[in-house]
């Protein structure tokens, strides 16, 4: 299955952002699919992610309380809903899956830059 990310943009500090990730073909109730970021000069962190079958939802302690990660199984796509954007948050955000049974991420999408200013 192919992955798109979409939705990026330029906001001010303290507003809202909802990245997109759309899938090519249905997910599988065995997938998790996982949101990360890369801003310049730093190494690609996780974000948050989502196990498709129950929702469970992880998110990393830095976005905890500001970004929701949802599901729509009819469209195969799954949100990332920012708000309260800091600075911080710039970077570029990837979308990804994998079987649960894994540890890694074997499938990617390409990123969408998001961009907040001070």
């Known amino acids: 299955v192919q992955l798109q990310a979409s939705g990026g943009g330029l906001v001010q500090a303290g507003g809202s952002l909802r990245l997109s990730c759309a899938a090519s073909?249905?997910?599988?109730?065995?997938?998790?699919v996982g949101w990360f970021r890369q801003a310049p000069g730093k190494e690609r962190e996780f974000v948050a992610s989502?196990?498709?079958?129950?929702?469970?939802?992880m998110y990393a302690d830095s976005v905890k309380g500001r970004f929701t990660m949802s599901r729509d199984n009819a469209k195969n796509t799954v949100y990332l809903q920012m708000n309260s954007l800091k600075p911080e948050d710039t970077a570029v955000y990837y979308c990804a899956a994998r079987l649960r049974i894994m540890s890694s991420y074997d499938r990617w999408g390409q990123g969408t830059l998001v961009t907040v200013s001070s």
């Open positions: 073909a249905r997910i599988s109730s065995s997938d998790v």
């Open positions: 989502i196990r498709w079958s129950e929702g469970n939802t």
